[in-house]
């Protein structure tokens, strides 16, 4: 009889839709994320009192600790197995791997047998290619440097002692462009500079010492990488620059010495590829006065895009496209604070979506934009409400709370969003309600004639061209192993991707319906 009444409103003129989804609790553990799919599986990290390698099948009794540590993150997918670094309590923080077993989870080396081998600031690169991963660690001789691993114990190396003896070069902000691994660092003949690597010793060489200082006091600091057009861009502080000291450099495929595009601050917003630009917020003159640029990767095309505060700086961020639009948050004068706002591309088309929090000035505080049944989402703060889960269709009015998980202004602080096998899993970190691990269930395929497309592959792997069919038309996410969007396509029966510019190993293909298939680029 129930089956009978849903089925009652989901049927309309002959057509199938869905009411609104309801986020489901799950299981009372300690700061869920990180969440990946694994084999069919979903696996998860907890910390506090539950830190440890978990998985869930999206049920309470099926979620479940794989191995219990005293201290584990950054947690990433490579060659079919799940690898993190995490302190067991008896040898430190060190870099571990699991197939999703217990007994298959197991150290892959103790790269440092007298401490931790990694010290608190260091940043994990993440960075897979040439059938390696590349991360900072020390191993109790040297500082901490530059490292690579294959998965097993004698493929787990330093690269290079940049910095000899106990001296740390402390590589940082990675990206892999053209084969070959860029991140900055310091070599004690220069500050914080770019240099590049491809996995050898010889190879791991500097690229361009941007701000030249003899006292090596200074640093260029590059910074906020993107590739676009098949080109590296990146920002960085140069000694060269006399206006401003600051420009947006790029390297090529065919050359890796950076050329400079346009002298130009940028602020700490990440360049955001957008149809055929990318965006970003930099200074008009003075560095109180940030706006949205635009660029599309010439000197005469990058430029102020709008002046969204015409008495201070609106400072654009938070970067998320949908449907063909791209979301940002931005402060249009200090009575209305930060908000949502969005373009199309055109001066014309920027404007501000809805002020959600009208306290004079305290703005909505947006963060974590997830996408569900087709509808926007994210996380806004409103003073009826607290942080909760709020939806958008690019209107006013109709930008409206969604969920109000901590009913009143209790606060959810609901974050993690991630889409795998079907299910939207997030965590609830505060308030009344259940905290802990959460979902929302997606429609299930059975309930329409018109089923969720299955996606068929081929080269698989390949070195250039993939074909993609569906049995009907959908869009779709490229995703790298660790969740990063690379590129959103429309399939309509059969197309092909062009993925000879990605960097090699896994990536991942996910529908708007929730299918997801692997592929692996060579």
Known sequence: MKRIILLSFLVFFGKLTYCQIQPEFIKNVNSPGNFIELNGEVYLICSGTDSGLWKTDGTNAGTIQIKSFSSIRDMFKFNNMLYFRADDG????????????????????????TGDFMGSFDLWLNVV???????????????????????????????????????SSEPQKGIFFNNELYFTSSDNSVGRELFKSDGTEVGTVLVKDFYVDPTITNNGFPNHYTIFDNQLFFYANSSDLTATGHGLFKITTSSSVPQLVKEVRIN?????????AFYFGSPSGTWDNSELWKSDGTASGTSVFTELNATGASNPGLFYEFNNTLYFVATPDIATGTELFKTDGTVGGTQMVKNINPLNGEGSSIYNFFELEGVLHFIANEPTYGWEIWKTNGTDAGTTMAYDINPGPNTSYSGNFTKLLNKIFFSVGSGPQQQGLWKFDLPSADLSEMSLSKIEIYPNPTKGSLHIKTQTATNASILTTDGILKKKIDINGETTLDVSTYAPGVYFISTSEGQTVKFIKQ
């Open 90 to 113: 008896v040898n430190g923080i060190e870099l571990w791997k699991s197939d999703g077993t217990t007994p298959g989870t197991q150290m892959v080396k103790n790269i440092n047998p």
């Open 129 to 167: 290619g040439l059938n390696e991963f590349f991360f900072t660690a020390e191993d109790g001789i040297h500082g901490r440097e530059l490292w690579k691993s294959d998965g097993t114990e004698a493929g787990t190396v330093m690269v290079k002692d940049m910095v000899p003896g106990s001296g």
């Open 268 to 276: 700490s917003t990440p360049l955001y590829k957008f149809n055929n």
